[in-house]
């Protein structure tokens, strides 16, 4: 069993940045593959960002250039950097981690961009 545990989410300015972090527990982190995903109010979870066991990243098309996900396996920990934030960013942000195919998440933090 993983847990994960969020931190760093907040209010921020409108163009602001952001770092939200995930620690988990456990001894399979290094061959894990890690995601964070975010779910707005009526909308549907999405992906945001995703890194691979072997550090091969992707992105959604509407944070890229502006967010970036990077992983310390020596602290069981995965980041995320969100720079020039946006309205649309507003959103509960989880943490995923997928350890030979099986699914943990994060309870979720929050991060609200004021107007």
């Known amino acids: 069993q993983v847990q994960l545990v969020e931190s760093g989410g907040d209010l921020v300015q409108a163009g602001g940045s952001l770092s939200l972090s995930c620690a988990a527990s456990?001894?399979?982190?290094?061959?894990?593959?890690l995601g964070w995903y975010r779910q707005a109010p009526g909308k549907q979870r999405e992906l945001v960002a995703a890194i691979s066991r072997g550090g091969r990243t992707n992105y959604a098309d509407s944070v890229k250039g502006r967010f970036i996900i990077f992983r310390d396996n020596a602290k069981n920990t995965v980041y995320l950097q969100m720079n020039n934030l946006k309205p649309e960013d507003t959103a509960v942000y989880y943490c995923n981690v997928n350890t030979f195919a099986v699914d943990y998440w994060g309870q979720g933090t929050q991060v609200t961009e004021m107007p």
């Open positions: 456990g001894s399979s982190f290094s061959i894990s593959d």
